[in-house]
């Protein structure tokens, strides 16, 4: 019997639609072929991006007039929700990636956006929430919800693996997200100013790249901690994963939140979580129970948990161990992606049928 064949329409570069496209072929065996969007959606390139869109439609038509799919599937349910939908290819499945895809509240767009993201979670067979926090947001969009499935991507859990042989004499802390304003690193950098000026020891690994690198190392300069915080730049997945693995702590302060894959391989590794206070990591984290949260933008406070789970470290060491179950249960990518490969056959043989 021939594969089934999907045609994914989303940013392949990115490393949630690599996990996506890579379970389907693994636990669905279906063969994939893609198409994406290449101009930028930021400042004077919001024309050519619209440009862009408008003839997307033939392009995606002409591919699978080629192609043949039997489903198509899109990340984010504006761009490339709207365009799936529009094909008349069916089914459809389309996926949420934030909290809301109608990102900034404040953009010129944000009505067209609206009308993009209507049509599209009409249309769709399926609809996916990585998270109770997008389902949210569906609900008060007045999505029909029989067509939601609420369940994450997961995490690949044979690569992430779990260590508590961590120093527990220092603070060894990670951050795994792209150096871009969104995501505060300066805060991160503030906090563990104050923590030097008390004399705790600590190491600080920013792994990622972005536009804010040369800022934040100039920042840490600063601050006079540059010896302590390392820029490690963009790494594989299996080097991430090894220096979790040694980290004590997970560090991410942004200031929106959805799913973070990121939050679940540090908790799969054994890092101490200390994160947002969002409804997308309240989804995953109780403050002082399985993690920390923090109040947005305050480094003041950031380093007084810092410190105060630092200095309890017999308790720090059964939450990382409970953590590592709470992935396991919910988070395991064989699993979940398993699940949704079905999800995406039984959709085809209805159409079949």
Aim: contains cysteine; glycine residues 4%; hydrophobic residues 40%.
């Amino acid at each position: 019997m021939p594969k089934k064949r999907i045609l994914f329409l989303g940013e392949t570069y990115r490393a949630d639609a690599i996990t996506w496209m890579n379970g389907l072929k693994e636990f669905g065996d279906f063969e994939i072929v893609t198409w994406e969007l290449h101009k930028s959606s930021v400042g004077f390139s919001r024309i050519s991006r619209l440009m862009e869109l408008l003839m997307a439609f033939f392009k995606i038509r002409r591919i699978a007039k080629s192609f043949k799919p039997d489903m198509v599937i899109a990340e984010r349910t504006t761009s490339y929700g709207f365009l799936a939908a529009l094909t008349g290819i069916r089914p459809v499945a389309i996926a949420q990636q934030g909290i809301t895809d109608l990102w900034p509240h404040n953009s010129p767009l944000y009505i067209f956006k609206k009308m993009l993201q209507d049509y599209a979670f009409k249309k769709a067979d399926l609809i996916h929430a990585w998270g109770k926090v997008m389902s949210d947001h569906m609900k008060k969009s007045k999505v029909d919800m029989t067509k939601v499935l609420e369940l994450p991507k997961g995490i690949d859990l044979t690569s992430f693996t779990f260590s508590d042989s961590q120093n527990l004499d220092y603070i060894n802390a990670i951050v795994t997200r792209a150096l871009e304003p969104e995501y505060k690193h300066d805060v991160i950098l503030k906090a563990f100013a104050i923590l030097k000026k008390k004399n705790i020891p600590f190491t600080l690994n920013i792994i990622g790249d972005g536009s804010m690198l040369k800022s934040l190392q100039k920042t840490a300069h600063e601050l006079n901690i540059e010896k302590e915080v390392i820029f490690k730049g963009r790494m594989a997945n299996d080097q991430v994963a090894k220096l979790l693995t040694q980290a004590n702590f997970y560090i991410s302060m942004p200031i929106t939140e959805g799913v973070s894959a990121s939050l679940f391989e540090a908790m799969a590794c054994g890092c101490f979580p200390l994160v947002t206070n969002l409804p997308g990591n309240r989804s995953w984290i109780t403050h002082q129970e399985n993690g920390i949260l923090i109040p947005k933008d305050n480094y003041k406070v950031l380093a007084e948990e810092l410190q105060y789970a630092f200095e309890r470290s017999v308790w720090r060491k059964a939450v990382t161990e409970k953590n590592r179950k709470f992935v396991e249960e919910k988070a395991n990518y064989k699993i979940n992606m398993k699940k949704i490969a079905e999800a995406y056959h039984e959709l085809i043989n209805k159409k079949s049928h």
